[in-house]
């Protein structure tokens, strides 16, 4: 985190600037697309999405641990351990656990609903016993907590320009798909953790189940059933992106290039597992470096541009969706909820 990040965001206090400081680092080591698009928002935006991405991705990494079969009851341990930490922390505001003192921070600097916290908590407790779904609606059940709900979380961050719970259908479809995303390009990978998160419906459709998947990861050798099976997965995941991209316009200007190029950036993903003959059971597809820097580049051109836009307009007051009343703007630079600007 960079110190003129923090100086914006008005954190002052030495605990809490290291500890979203740790979250940065774990952002730019593990999620390389999110931390690149975070780049675009304004500068005292970005400790909370560093905070609430930093999070889901503890979160995230301990039940992915491979582990034993009979280490599912440590990481078990571990994630209840870590949701006393959290609910400790939202309802105090501050933690000894760095990640979850950034989080209680962000949660109530943004007044997010602890609600979308407790339910991605959930879908994890979910990943240690579940490993396949019978059809797409029960992953979307599944998804509500795991993705859907990230977008939800972030949504007082980046601001609207209506109500926000008009803005919040379009944010939660673009965390779906973005976790639909994930799951195509790393089938193979999380194949090796027992997983399939690909709907048993689909790929029944096309005459692959979890033994062709394994037969094929193991020998390296592809299959066109496989290969119709994922690419009728990215036709689907595609129709998420259609669904979530008209929220975009709903945001607040300044955030829209980094949800504009974040949306591009992933979505090329796709693009790289087409590209790649729906390789993903063998092989991890990435989007090329020259098109995710010109990506950037034009993120940042927008991003420049918006910024000069609303330095030259006049501030309307902001208008919280649940009561309508006025919101006086918070004192020494801590962000409240922008429902309206």
């Not at 579940?130 to 797409?136: F, R």
């Not at 972030?154 to 973005?178: C, D, I, K, N, S």
């Not at 010109?294 to 007051?317: I, N, S, T």
């Amino acid at each position: 985190m960079t110190a003129r990040e923090l100086d914006a965001a008005g954190l002052t206090d030495p605990t809490l600037r290291a500890a979203y400081a740790h979250c940065r680092r774990l952002n730019s080591r593990h999620g390389k697309t999110y931390f690149l698009a975070t780049r675009l928002l304004p500068a005292e935006r970005r400790p909370a999405v560093h905070a609430l991405y930093g999070f889901a991705r503890w979160a995230d990494d301990i039940v992915d641990d491979l582990g034993t079969p009979a280490g599912r009851e440590q990481r078990r341990r571990r994630l209840a351990g870590l949701e006393r930490r959290l609910s400790d922390g939202l309802r105090t505001g501050r933690s000894d656990e760095p990640v979850v003192h950034a989080l209680a921070d962000t949660a109530a600097r943004y007044r997010i609903d602890h609600r979308h916290f407790t339910d991605f908590m959930a879908a994890m407790r979910t990943d240690l016993d579940v490993t396949d779904y019978a059809t797409y609606a029960d992953l979307r059940r599944y998804m509500h907590g795991s993705a859907a709900v990230i977008g939800l979380q972030m949504l007082p961050v980046l601001g609207t320009v209506v109500p926000r719970e008009q803005a919040a259908p379009y944010a939660a479809a673009l965390g779906v798909a973005f976790q639909l995303t994930n799951f195509l390009r790393d089938v193979g990978e999380d194949l090796d953790r027992g997983r399939v998160y690909l709907p048993a419906d689909l790929l029944a459709a096309h005459g692959v189940d979890r033994a062709l998947l394994l037969r094929s990861r193991r020998t390296g050798r592809p299959d066109r059933r496989i290969t119709a099976a994922l690419r009728t997965a990215e036709d689907l995941i595609r129709g998420v992106y259609r669904e979530a991209a008209p929220g975009i316009a709903l945001l607040d200007p300044v955030s829209r290039p980094c949800i504009r190029t974040a949306l591009v950036l992933y979505a090329g993903i796709l693009d790289a597992v087409a590209a790649d003959g729906y390789a993903a059971l063998h092989r991890r597809a990435a989007v090329p470096r020259r098109q995710r820097a010109a990506l950037a580049a034009d993120g940042l051109a927008r991003a420049a541009a918006a910024r000069v836009r609303a330095r030259r307009r006049p501030a309307p007051a902001r208008i919280p969706a649940a009561t309508g009343a006025p919101v006086p703007p918070a004192p020494n630079g801590t962000p409240v909820t922008q429902e309206a600007r």
